[in-house]
């Protein structure tokens, strides 16, 4: 969790061809991110600063599972699997964030109020279920609780980096990303232009 303006929510390597040729087609979806893009030393990830006027969302959400399942293999989980019902529903708690500004995991709509009701509705059979939220503001320096160094949030790489640390300090979260039950996974983020602030739902299940 961040401190003051990073707010998170819960409900319970070698960089191969194969992810450098993923990154290469999802930055060719914006001519803009790829000529102010570089790769970042040793990580091999490209990393463009964020424009909302053109702004990637794929390939954030390729970066936020890339690091998740880094964290897996660190636990010895098995790396999640994309399901597409999973993302539905995360773009709707997604969506819903952006609408009301805010992190939580309800919605005002009761076909959609719950993680679980949100399951139903988007017919996802998985017997064990699992989401993080988190929202991040952009050009803000933010402190992760339990680092001492601060992030200068500008880039895709330093908003995945802050997503995914500020879900691996949290016990809850973070007992949900290395979840040997949890076999799938679906991403979704969402931006406010006016406000500078992304959002981001994960949702698991197995």
Request: charged content about 20%; proline content about 2%; aromatic content about 16%.
């Amino acid at each position: 969790m961040l401190q003051k303006i990073f707010k998170i929510a819960l409900v319970k390597t070698n960089f191969s061809f194969a992810k450098q040729f993923l990154l290469i087609f999802l930055l060719s979806f914006s001519s803009s991110v790829i000529s102010d893009s570089y790769f970042t030393g040793n990580t091999g990830y490209f990393d463009p600063k964020i424009e909302f006027t053109n702004f990637n969302e794929q390939y954030l959400e390729f970066l936020i599972l890339d690091k998740v399942n880094q964290i897996r293999e660190t636990y010895n989980a098995q790396s999640l699997k994309y399901d597409e019902k999973l993302k539905l529903a995360a773009y709707s708690q997604a969506k819903d964030m952006k609408r009301w500004n805010r992190v939580s995991h309800t919605q005002i709509s009761l076909k959609k109020a719950t993680l679980m009701k949100r399951m139903q509705y988007f017919h996802i059979p998985y017997k064990y279920v699992g989401e993080n939220l988190a929202d991040v503001y952009l050009d803000t320096r933010l402190n992760v609780n339990f680092s001492k160094e601060t992030i200068w949030v500008s880039s895709y790489k330093e908003a995945a980096d802050t997503l995914v640390l500020s879900w691996k300090y949290s016990p809850g979260h973070f007992e949900n990303m290395i979840d040997p039950k949890f076999k799938y996974t679906g991403i979704k983020v969402t931006y406010n232009q006016n406000r500078k602030t992304i959002y981001a739902a994960q949702v698991f299940g197995g």
